[in-house]
């Protein structure tokens, strides 16, 4: 079962300079940075109310979020979703002709569980199902 929406991923060309709009204008409070080896990505994450906002600035240049970069600019990349047992909910995705990003999860930031659909399937939105704590 889908739970909440855990975060919404955001691409920024640079953490250091968002995070100024983040804590200056919006009042909120970077409580989590760290290293995603695995999605060559740099996180920041921010809390409001029981939602994350995650700031994602790549580490390499042919990653997946250096790339969306390059092809639409900075903003939203996906919206996440906290399940109960990401397993059971990507074989539902694949059973019902979703295309899977992720055949099985991954570890992603805070070492939760991950695994993305990919937005040909979900109608222009990069969906990531998620398992675990947010930092």
Request: charged share 20%.
């Amino acid at each position: 079962m889908l739970e909440k929406i855990d975060h919404l991923g955001i691409a920024v060309h640079s953490i250091a300079e968002a995070r100024l709009f983040y804590e200056q204008t919006l009042g909120l409070t970077c409580e989590h940075e760290e290293e995603v080896a695995s999605q060559q990505v740099r996180t920041a994450f921010f809390t409001v109310g029981e939602t994350h906002i995650e700031l994602l600035e790549p580490t390499s240049e042919d990653c997946a979020v250096a790339k969306f970069l390059a092809n639409r600019g900075e903003g939203i990349h996906h919206v996440a979703y906290a399940c109960d047992d990401i397993k059971s909910h990507l074989a539902q995705a694949r059973a019902s002709g979703c295309q899977l990003i992720h055949e099985t999860p991954i570890i992603g930031a805070g070492g939760k569980q991950v695994a993305f659909l990919h937005p040909k399937s979900s109608h222009g939105v990069l969906t990531e199902l998620c398992s675990g704590e947010t930092p």
